[in-house]
């Protein structure tokens, strides 16, 4: 049991039964004074929903443009159009944004609620009484039972049942690390264990403390409540809700803008129109035509003629655009959600898409942020091979001598023989089973080592079951390997350790731990076995540990070494052990120096680690242990292809250094191929600053001797993005978190991105989750570039939230990172799919639709304005109403919409197999300004023809009984009907991926037209609604003249082919990548041969430490002591070819030297193509 003190006042314990009313009334003013534990997430309530939602919707400037325009249409006097043209869409899209929003924020109630309204044991008048969390106040004392979840609160730790107030907690809900962490409670309140103390507890907090969020896996810890749910650690660190838009969306808005702009343009050209026609020519014709009621000059009538072709030329943009966005927006959510190849069958866990807005900027990612520990690591250990004395364990060898691959292995080793083995350890090799069994002396020392020398506690809860807890899950794997080959760790007190070894029970007295830290990188034991021999037990890294060895050991030294070097190429974590024997005499010598050295007033550390040194000499090489961090599967494929979609690959994470870098090299971001890999470890500001300018120097001085002057000095004299452009070879960069704080100050930041972006991998350990955003917020300011965060613990929240796009691992870790990210799913290789397939897919479906939408829009509309010239400005429609309504709701929308949710360039294969397709989307080539252009130019070109061929026709035409044709009505309904074949035609050539969806929607569209015409030109509609549908008969008069068709006929080839014409030229003169795909698919299936093998080939050794223990400084002191010691034995838990240059290389430079001048002088070099 234990008790604890609040954080931002005190706990006041009743010291008398009259207090009791005095603890609650204090309570009760804490409640008033301090903020709740609640935590919300959500954005909106019942009552601000729908005026912040609102407020956000017409944030767009296209829904406040749609809102002004439904202004003009009530007014009558400029209105040629009726109202619900306009305010019907309007509210569609209003209403079915504001239901997704809705929907969205539901789920995050949904969550806060479960949070808030777990239960707790509260101290309150002197009773443990259950509470939700969210009623938990500042200063509450709190029982946690064992493997409770601490819901949201700061905890100080005031007791424990456990010996001396430690208290065991995992953050596997915060960080996904599954390993323990130590707490201890300060001594003056250790020892309170019962209610009775409790309520008679008084003291106060004058420091904020820690525990922040944790699970609770010790027997009734009690805690106080520090801070409440906004104020905690956590939540500080999670950073606010933000609204994430598109580059599409921002650019979405200025287009729309432009396109107002020049809406207004054309009002006031006809407006001006309007003004002299009527001063010239209508004046002339008062009599017959008067002005409106209200209208006295030719300036006022042409006032009110630029509001009426406003209205009527506003369908430049549409509100139907905004309503299909949202739908193919749904629909590519759906396809994510119900991808089978993306569901982990293991964990039962779909892809989710938990919002609908940013899909398509999945396909122009260009930088990830990744958290490593349970996202691209399972975080589990296992042992997997080891050298003993010269000889290597762990490969399996088949008949002929080969290594045997994993799908041939035999079957693992058995261990029945041993009663206390771990049933879910497995060792390939039996050959080291045999020496065991044999006896080999070497072996035996070697698992006795591994038993003896580590901070690993024990507990056995029954007669022969075992439970290991380890502070970090390497010490777990490496004595869990020796419990299994015989060597068991039972047991240990502060001055003793039990083994049983080969079923025999032997207990050697411990003498010191000499504990492990960054800096000695290695840790070791001094034991006295029962014969009264004394032998120092020594494990680290090899690059330590090697320099301590005695002479006599060189031969083997050479051996183990080559053994480390096979074992570092494969990736694993490689650690040497080794002895030595101590001499009574020098031993007590030693310990004596030892004691004083430890009481010392003045530079104790200092004293501890020179005599540390002084015995950890001439030791004897025993081996070399290799444990295998498991990666989560399919994680180097993963990095590898995203690396080739030229996707730039950052880990972010709060482990110490080795241990990032081994995974670094284990998943292939760090190889041994590269030229340097940078280390910036500087304490200061300047020494940051050096060594980020010597890294910077480095590069180019390679660069210089790589390239010959003349290539060098073009490079740089080229407005690229930096002198960086220009440097050959590939270089990574890790640096720790305590200089990373100095390298993104305002004055530093540049030059940290500059030198980061100029590397093919960077690496930061030791961050804060408040780093980690800074991190992502840098390059979002100066690279300008689509940011992904990808995390699955609660401490990655803030990056999560930070980048453009956030995903979630979901799985056993916790869920903070998926209910805070746009994106979940179980495993790391899922991305590969998630961008390469559904991110490009859904960014070109987009394009596509968003260059046709404008396409078809503005040669519906622009005739509009040709008219205008030839109706005396008179805001004269060309087309009657209903088809004005219906073109943009029935007659196409959707053949786009089924293009923009199906379509495809390439099979989802192909997406897979080359990733240089990926290109064009972070290069923004499909929609810019430029193809925005061109969609209007083509627009306006079929705008022009779709007038001007029918007028000139209709001009001198005839009808087959020698009448004239040329009328109001009949030019109109075959303008409309060019258009709607022209553009039905147009977007059968756009569509590079057919389904039955989209033969039906185009044809049968064409088809609803003709008979929505007829049928609104029936006699029958006439008689019913005489003043409504006046173009009675026309249709079927018109339509029945050959001239008319031949004038369709023509009016549509003159449209079509100058189009298919340049896609053909285009193709055969300059194809795209994709174009080239398709071909190469083509000639496949006509010679009908097999797909190419990729084969994978491993990196070369490299000598490098690999002692990468989550070790905290200091347990082992906890140790000695006893403090942490129970009467019985304590236990815890254990625990591809790179592709050539193409044409998108030229245009990704070109792209960078617009980025260079909209960042900071200097730029970066991350765009060009390494060669």
Partial sequence: MGCGAAGHGAVRGPPSPGGRASSASQRARIQREVPSNCIKTSKYNIVTFLPVNLFEQFQEVANTYFLFLLILQLIPQISSLSWFTTIVPLVLVLTITAVKDATDDYFRHKSDNQVNNRQSQVLISGVLRQEQWMNVRVGDIIKLENNQFVAQADLLLLSSSEPHGLCYIETAELDGETNMKVRQAIPITAELGDTSQLARFDGGLRQQLLLCCTEGRERHPLMPSCSPGPDTKLM????????????????????????????????????????????????????????????????????????????????????????????????????????????????????????????????????????????????????????????????????????????????????????????????????????????????????????????????????????????????????????????????????????????????????????????????????????????????????????????????????????????????????????????ESYYKDWSERLHRAGSAPEAREDHLAWLYDEVEHDMMLLGATAIEDKLQQGVPETIAILTLANIKIWVLTGDKQETAVNIGYSCKMLTDDMTEVFVVTGHTVLEVREELRKAREKMMDASRSVCNGFSYQEKLSSKLTSVLEAIAGEYALVINGHSLAHALEADMEVEFLETACACKAVICCRVTPLQKAQVVELVKKYKKAVTLAIGDGANDVSMIKTAHIGVGISGQEGIQAVLASDYSFSQFKFLQRLLLVHGRWSYLRMCKFLCYFFYKNFAFTMVHFWFGFFCGFSAQTVYDQYFITLYNIVYTSLPVLAMGVFDQDVPEQRSMEYPKLYEPGQLNLLFNKREFFICIAQGIYTSILMFFIPYGVFADATRDDGAQLADYQSFAVTVATSLVIVVSVQIGLDTGFWTAINHFFIWGSLAAYFAILFTMHSDGLFRMFPNQFRFVGNAQNTLAQPTVWLTIALTAVVCIVPVVAFRFLKLDLKPELSDTVRYTQLVRKKQKTQHRCMRHAGRAGSRRSGYAFSHQEGFGELIMSGKNMRLSSLALSSFAPRPSASWIDTLRKKKGCEGSSASSPGGTADKTPRV
């Fill in 236 to 583: 500080q660190n999670s950073g606010r809700t933000k609204f994430k838009r598109t580059s599409i969306d921002r650019l979405m808005n200025t287009l729309v803008l432009w396109i107002f702009g020049f809406l207004v343009c054309m009002g006031v050209i006809l407006a001006i129109g309007n003004a002299i026609w009527e001063h010239e020519v209508g004046v002339c014709f008062q009599i017959y035509l008067p002005w409106d009621e209200g209208v006295h000059s030719a300036f006022f009538s042409g006032f009110l003629s630029f509001w009426s072709y406003i209205i009527i030329l506003n369908t430049v943009v549409p509100i139907s655009l905004y309503v299909s966005v949202e739908v193919i927006r749904l629909g590519h959510s759906y396809f994510i959600n119900w991808d089978k190849k993306m569901y982990c069958a293991k964990r039962q866990t779909p892809a989710e898409a938990r919002t609908t807005t940013l899909n398509e900027e999945l396909g122009q990612v260009e930088y990830i942020f990744s958290d490593k520990t349970g996202t691209l690591t399972q975080n589990i250990m296992v042992f997997s091979k080891c050298s003993v004395n010269g000889h290597s364990y762990g490969d399996v060898q088949d008949m002929l001598g080969h290594k045997a691959e994993l799908g041939e292995r035999p079957e693992p080793v058995d261990f029945s023989f041993n009663p206390l083995a771990d049933p879910r350890f497995q060792f390939w090799d039996p050959s080291l089973m045999e020496a065991v069994r044999l006896g080999d002396l070497h072996v035996h020392e070697f698992f006795r080592l591994l038993s003896l020398c580590h901070t690993v506690m024990s507990e056995e809860k029954s007669e022969g079951e075992l439970f290991y807890k380890a502070q970090s899950p390497d010490e777990g794997a490496l004595v869990t390997a020796a419990r299994n080959f015989g060597f068991v760790f039972r047991s240990r007190t502060p001055k003793t350790i039990t083994v049983q070894e080969l079923g025999q029970a032997i207990t050697y007295q411990l003498l010191a731990i000499l504990d492990f830290n960054n800096i000695r990188k290695r840790m070791s034991v001094i034991v006295r076995s029962p014969e009264g021999k004394i032998r120092l037990y020594c494990k680290g890294a090899d690059t330590i540990l090697l320099e301590r060895l005695h002479p006599l050991n060189q031969d083997l030294t050479s051996i183990t070494t080559d053994h480390l070097n096979e074992y570092a190429s494969e990736g694993l974590r490689t650690l040497v052990l080794a002895y030595r024997d101590l001499e």
